[in-house]
């Protein structure tokens, strides 16, 4: 894969383009496409890498943009178990038209707001007679195990899927939910599959293959197999319980008036300038990710709550937005460079900085609860040469004292009003600042010229 300014490219071997024109031929690629469940994709020529290859590929594919990279340790429980169903509903339209998907990944899933989007078109491939699913395991391991340990233990899964990209293997999943061995799937999919693992190496594998084409494999069992999958993912749910912010929407500081002002103050803003990417630091029920969306190509919203960007997923998945990103992330802990010499998977800051961010009722989670300096706090969004609205709570603010209450007295000293006026304009041109309550002010800023 190569991204140059021109698009992203995929080159393609003998094998991989024989492949590629199997599917490109078949019904189901129209299907997938005019579905917008692929990425558009579409033949190009080497001359369109120049320099960037050693020899002449047997074919190059150029791939549509997708507006923002994200990855599954930072989806929400409902986000990731779309995107399995997405991979499972390939797979077994595949089947049909005698093609298979050798991989089984969610990082071969990509998301227009809240409709997935499968980019990993290199993975499907002619059927192989009589071979079972060769992304079985990897789907058990960052599809199936992480939505089983949100869903029967209340277990987040995002920090198992950050500290392997392979994801959960069996013996780890099968440590877990040993308990829940009468719950559905575990037994044959957890339970087994450890065992079986546990039991044959390579080897015994390559035999099981060869006697499951002596006995006569074939793509019914195939099928069979992909619709158990579908009903058991389709069956999963997590029943997630008040966290602190869940119920935030309805159970502020704010009376009707004060969260006028705010939403009007961030709306003038918005609408400002036009943005290609907008952040929401500390989305919460997404009601300022709404109004920035008007005019914004797309806004990422992130929120550290689970419960919420998963509430706030289904909301806007069932409104049909595209142009809302909701992600499980916090501020203080972002997702870093991982992978092969941290290339594989970029930061967040890597993946294109905003035009726009609003850090709305965060700073002081940010600066009490995370105990980052307030001049610190300020630096970032200067490295990020954005413009911004940013809401500051000071310390006789009822948030802020729940903050506090668990700290020394004389915790945090720089968290004062004067303070923070003082080094924000130090550091930026404050376009204007009103006050939404007694106790909070909105300013508006951008990056000096």
């Not at 058990?140 to 293997?169: E, N, T, V, W």
């Not at 619709?227 to 119920?247: H, I, P, Q, R, S």
């Not at 409104?319 to 992600?327: A, F, H, K, N, Q």
Request: aromatic fraction near 10%.
């Amino acid at each position: 894969m190569f991204t140059t300014p021109d698009g992203v490219f995929r080159v393609l071997s003998e094998t991989g383009l024989e492949d590629w024109q199997a599917l490109a031929r078949s019904a189901l690629w129209s299907e997938l496409r005019d579905e917008g469940r692929v990425v558009a994709t579409e033949p190009a020529q080497s001359g369109a890498l120049p320099g960037l290859l050693a020899g002449t590929p047997a074919g190059v594919l150029r791939h549509e943009r997708v507006p923002f990279i994200s990855f599954p340790y930072e989806w929400p429980f409902a986000m990731l178990k779309d995107a399995a169903l997405l991979q499972l509903d390939l797979c077994r339209r595949a089947l049909r038209e005698d093609l298979a998907l050798k991989d089984a990944s969610p990082y071969n899933v990509q998301w227009r707001g809240t409709r997935p989007v499968f980019i990993d078109v290199g993975s499907f491939e002619r059927l192989r007679p009589a071979e079972p699913w060769a992304g079985y395991r990897q789907f058990c391991m960052l599809f199936l195990y992480p939505l089983m340990l949100q869903a029967y233990k209340d277990l987040p899964y995002h920090a198992a899927l950050r500290g392997s990209l392979d994801g959960i293997a069996p013996h780890d999943a099968r440590a877990i939910l040993a308990g829940e061995r009468f719950r559905k799937g575990v037994m044959a999919n957890v339970l087994l599959h450890a065992r079986l693992e546990s039991r044959h190496g390579a080897a015994e594998g390559r035999a099981v293959k060869q006697e499951m084409k002596r006995a006569g494999f074939g793509k019914e069992l195939l099928a069979a197999n992909f619709g158990k999958l579908e009903k058991l993912v389709g069956a999963l749910e997590w029943k997630a319980g008040e966290t602190a912010w869940t119920g935030y929407g309805e159970d502020n500081t704010y009376d009707d008036a004060a969260a006028g002002l705010k939403a009007e103050f961030v709306r003038e803003a918005a609408a400002r300038r036009r943005s290609a990417l907008t952040w929401d630091v500390g989305c919460n029920d997404g009601r300022y990710a709404r109004i920035a969306a008007a005019s914004a190509d797309l806004v990422v919203a992130f929120d550290a709550d689970h419960a919420t960007v998963d509430a706030l997923y289904r909301q806007l998945r069932a409104e049909g937005r595209e142009d809302i990103l909701p992600l499980v992330m916090s501020v203080t802990d972002p997702s870093p460079d991982l992978g092969w010499r941290g290339r594989e998977r970029a930061s967040l800051e890597r993946r294109g900085k905003p035009d726009l961010t609003l850090c709305l009722a965060v700073v002081h989670h940010v600066c009490i609860g995370g105990n980052v300096p307030v001049g610190e706090f300020l630096d970032w969004l200067c490295s990020l040469d954005t413009a911004f609205v940013i809401e500051f709570p000071d310390r006789s603010d009822p948030m802020v004292q729940r903050l506090l209450g668990g700290k020394r007295d004389g915790s945090n000293p720089d968290y004062e009003h004067a303070t923070f006026e003082r080094v924000l304009a130090e550091r930026f041109t404050v376009e204007r600042s009103a006050p939404v309550s007694e106790t909070r002010t909105l300013y508006e800023a951008r990056p000096r010229a």
